[in-house]
């Protein structure tokens, strides 16, 4: 049998987690972190309750190709002073236990690649990179901000340190989609509040790309994670009613979305908040998105969705950003 390298997973039970494992499975080896007792696992995968300590940590990590922390509380929820802090926390202390459990090697993991988000952003229509400002101005734009802190003061000099800021993931098994697809068979496949906002996403399967591209390569430091051409919540919704034969598209205006987020204990800024991110680092880079746009994620997701219905979805002025203008910002 050939010899697969490991990677190690925290919060390898999610739904990001269960992607890389079942999409990564032929290449590499996995040991995934959680806090259950025990957990289901597939052959060439074994699970480990997280231990006590750093150093009993630090002896599963020996020699290891990579770490990738996915791990911490859900943030769609409602913004309570007990939920929050569980979000903060759990982020950190997460963070902080493999940063010293990596130190305490001998043969340190290769790449350690911690989780972040696209919100570190703030709500904007104006295309951000990598190297666009990040001034923390909300809670999630803070948890974002201390998250990434808590993974940088670690100074590791053999692991290579990647902090990936990923848009919304879209695929069938979790993440945002159903959820959209299911409002819109409801009827309530209409933009949400003015329909303005700009959507970051991503097809799941360029998401497991993407990071295979980056513990292949040699890649270090900030990367945002999402499609190149960001699309408009009124274009996103819009398009995803053409492959859903039974949608409709009722808008929800910001008050019925606000009385809505309260049911589902939910907060409107996961719908509303403006996020035009464009992941220019891993374009300089060389990697190649399978599903670059919005229509392109849609029409892999949806089984009746037609790429001769939809417009054109690379002008700028139709929401969308082309690679040519993505390298001119």
Not at 120 to 144: I, K
Not at 299 to 324: I, W
Request: hydrophobic content about 35%; some cysteine.
């Amino acid at each position: 049998m050939a010899f697969k390298p490991l990677l190690v997973l925290a919060g390898g039970s999610g739904y990001l987690g269960r992607l890389l494992r079942k999409q990564l499975g032929q290449e590499y080896r996995f040991l995934i972190l959680g806090r259950a007792a025990a957990l289901e696992t597939e052959s060439g995968e074994d699970y480990l309750q997280w231990p006590a300590s750093p150093a009993l940590l630090s002896e599963h990590l020996e020699g290891c190709l990579a770490v990738i922390n996915l791990a911490g509380k859900s943030v769609d929820c409602r913004y309570t002073e007990t939920n929050k802090k569980a979000i903060l926390e759990s982020r950190i202390r997460t963070t902080c236990f493999l940063g010293e459990s990596i130190a305490l090697c001998k043969r340190p993991p290769q790449v350690w690649i911690n989780s972040s988000s696209a919100t570190v952003y703030p709500d904007s229509e104006t295309a951000q990179t990598e190297l666009s400002p990040t001034p923390g101005d909300t809670f999630s734009e803070r948890v974002c901000l201390e998250w990434e802190a808590e993974a940088e003061r670690f100074l590791l000099p053999e692991t290579r340190k990647i902090i990936l800021r990923t848009g919304l993931v879209m695929g069938h098994d979790g993440g945002a989609f159903p959820v959209l697809k299911r409002l819109a068979r409801l009827g309530l496949g209409g933009s949400y509040g003015n329909g303005d906002q700009y959507m970051s996403i991503l097809h799941e399967t360029d998401f497991v790309r993407a990071v295979d591209f980056l513990v292949r390569n040699r890649c270090f430091s900030t990367y945002n994670l999402c499609i190149p051409q960001p699309i408009r919540n009124r274009d996103f919704m819009a398009q995803m009613r053409k492959g859903i034969p039974t949608a409709t598209g009722l808008s929800l205006n910001k008050p019925i979305l606000e009385l809505g987020a309260r049911i589902l204990r939910s907060e409107t800024e996961l719908m509303l908040k403006s996020r035009c991110v464009i992941p220019q680092r891993l374009l300089n880079e060389g990697f190649q998105f399978r599903y670059e746009n919005g229509p392109a994620v849609l029409k892999a997701l949806l089984p009746h969705y037609f790429q001769s219905e939809v417009k054109s979805s690379r002008s700028c002025n139709t929401g969308n950003f082309s690679r040519a203008s993505c390298k001119a910002l």
